[in-house]
Nanobody, 118 residues
Framework: QVQLVESGGGLVQPGGSLRLSCAAS????????MGWYRQAPGKQRDVVAT???????NYADSVKGRFTISRNDAKNTVFLQMNSLKPEDTAVYYC????????????WGPGTQVTVSS
């Protein structure tokens, strides 16, 4: 059974940084594109960043220049480095495997809460 477990969230002041991790078990991560998503209260879940199996990255306009997605296939883990955080980044963050159409297809993990507030 494939499981995704996100970690690294927390409370941070505006302008601060966090590094999120997503550990995958039950499936080899290296052959898949991966994505980070977030869902704020009362809003839909939106894509934040994606990385292909070859390392090509893509970002939502709202996080370009501030967030960096990376992957360590040897550790079956994907990361999201978040810098210059803003209150509007507050959300629950999730990761997922992406199919050939870059659409998430595994069950969602529990997510990790990121709160940006002074």
């Amino acid at each position: 059974q494939v499981q995704l477990v996100e970690s690294g969230g927390g409370l941070v002041q505006p302008g601060g940084s966090l590094r999120l991790s997503c550990a995958a078990s039950g499936s080899i991560l290296s052959v898949y594109a991966m994505g980070w998503y977030r869902q704020a209260p009362g809003k839909q879940r939106d894509v934040v960043a994606t990385v292909t199996s070859g390392g090509t990255t893509n970002y939502a306009d709202s996080v370009k220049g501030r967030f960096t997605i990376s992957r360590n296939d040897a550790k079956n883990t994907v990361f999201l480095q978040m810098n210059s955080l803003k209150p509007e980044d507050t959300a629950v963050y999730y990761c997922n495997f992406l199919n050939y159409a870059m659409i998430p297809f595994r069950s969602w993990g529990p997510g990790t809460q990121v709160t940006v507030s002074s």
